[in-house]
Antibody, heavy 116, light 108 residues
Framework: QVQLQESGPGLVKPSETLSLTCTVSGASVGRYYWNWIRQTPGKGLEWIGYVYNSGSTNYNPSLRGRVTFSVDTSRNQFSLKLTSVTAADTAVYYC??????????WGRGTAVTVSS | EIVLTQSPGTLSLSPGERATLSCRASQSVSDNYLAWYQQKPGQAPRLLISVASSRATGIPDRFSGSGSGTDFTLSISRLEPEDFAVYYCQQYGSSPRTFGQGTRLEIK
């Protein structure tokens, strides 16, 4: 059974970089597609992008230029970095697997607030 | 980008009634790659339906999906108390993946 768990700071200052990690159990991060999704009250659910084959990526154009994914196969983790954050990046961030395109399973999510 | 519009925004029904939720796409969803999710407060979304009509593992058969092209429906035949939640559709036929804004199913 695949399980995912997000981790990272809950508070980030404006203009800084948001960094989150998703730890995977029950599957290898070297296989399948691994996604980041965020949820805000205003914009709802927004797909950020995915990483697969330990390094190939597909980012949502709305965030392209600010987002970078990476994979650490030794720790079975994948990570998100989002630069130059603003209050609009305040959200609950989820990681999720998508072997066939739909998202299943999801992590529990981690809330990130952008504020000074 | 495919925009998904869900209706109604809120649906008020009683346990035992039938719920019908709609998801309309701004353009045809490739191969009917349309999924439905249920989200309860404080939880991550949970996959219910994939490829428009295929129930995920462990999902009760009172949940059913239908539709093709640009018009999709999630039906819940007999509402149980645990079914009152927010429901989202999502397309994965093209990039970027997109979600609908959600339908809140509340107890009448």
């Amino acid at each position: 059974q695949v399980q995912l768990q997000e981790s990272g700071p809950g508070l980030v200052k404006p203009s800084e970089t948001l960094s989150l990690t998703c730890t995977v159990s029950g599957a290898s991060v070297g296989r399948y597609y691994w996604n980041w999704i965020r949820q805000t009250p205003g914009k709802g659910l927004e797909w950020i992008g995915y990483v697969y084959n330990s390094g190939s990526t597909n980012y949502n154009p709305s965030l392209r230029g600010r987002v970078t994914f990476s994979v650490d196969t030794s720790r079975n983790q994948f990570s998100l970095k989002l630069t130059s954050v603003t209050a609009a990046d305040t959200a609950v961030y989820y990681c999720a697997s998508s072997l066939f395109g739909y998202f299943d399973p999801w992590g529990r999510g981690t809330a990130v607030t952008v504020s000074s | 980008e495919i925009v998904l519009t869900q209706s109604p925004g809120t649906l008020s029904l009683s346990p035992g009634e039938r719920a019908t939720l709609s998801c309309r796409a701004s353009q045809s969803v490739s191969d009917n790659y349309l999924a439905w999710y249920q989200q309860k407060p404080g939880q991550a979304p949970r996959l219910l339906i994939s490829v428009a009509s295929s129930r995920a593992t462990g999902i009760p058969d009172r949940f059913s999906g239908s539709g093709s092209g640009t018009d999709f429906t999630l039906s819940i035949s007999r509402l149980e108390p645990e079914d009152f939640a927010v429901y989202y559709c999502q397309q994965y036929g093209s990039s970027p993946r997109t979600f609908g804004q959600g339908t809140r199913l509340e107890i009448k």
